[in-house]
């Protein structure tokens, strides 16, 4: 079983920034591709931002050139740099990430994390 932890939500002004963290634990192998995704009220979970193992990293256009995925493979935590926030990037933020875990031998899991809000208001 692999565990997610986030952290770094919160009320921000419209232009600020903030910083996510995802924290993985449990019986890991190798973690392989890792992302956040984001959930806005009344609407679908939509990708954000992904990165590989290797650093390989894409974005949602909405987020191009203000949002930075990366990652410490030594601490099993991605992170979220999101800069010039706006109205429109308030929702709740969810990291997925996926990897070979032990379970009796190795296995693959996908595990997602219990979300972190974001609002950004004026």
């Known amino acids: 079983q692999v565990q997610l932890v986030e952290s770094g939500g919160g009320l921000v002004q419209p232009g600020g920034s903030l910083r996510l963290s995802c924290a993985a634990s449990?019986?890991?192998?190798?973690?392989?591709?890792m992302a956040w995704y984001r959930q806005p009220p009344g609407k679908q979970r939509e990708l954000v931002a992904a990165?590989?193992?290797?650093?390989?990293?894409n974005y949602a256009n909405s987020v191009k050139g203000r949002f930075t995925i990366s990652r410490d493979n030594a601490k099993n935590t991605v992170y979220l740099q999101m800069n010039s926030l706006k109205l429109e990037d308030t929702a709740v933020y969810y990291c997925?990430?996926?990897?070979?875990?032990?379970?009796?031998?190795?296995?693959?899991?996908?595990?997602w994390g219990q979300g972190t809000r974001v609002t950004v208001s004026s």
């Open positions: 997925k990430v996926e990897g070979l875990g032990w379970s009796n031998g190795p296995t693959d899991f996908g595990s």
């Open positions: 449990g019986k890991i192998v190798v973690i392989n591709n």
């Open positions: 990165i590989t193992r290797g650093g390989t990293t």
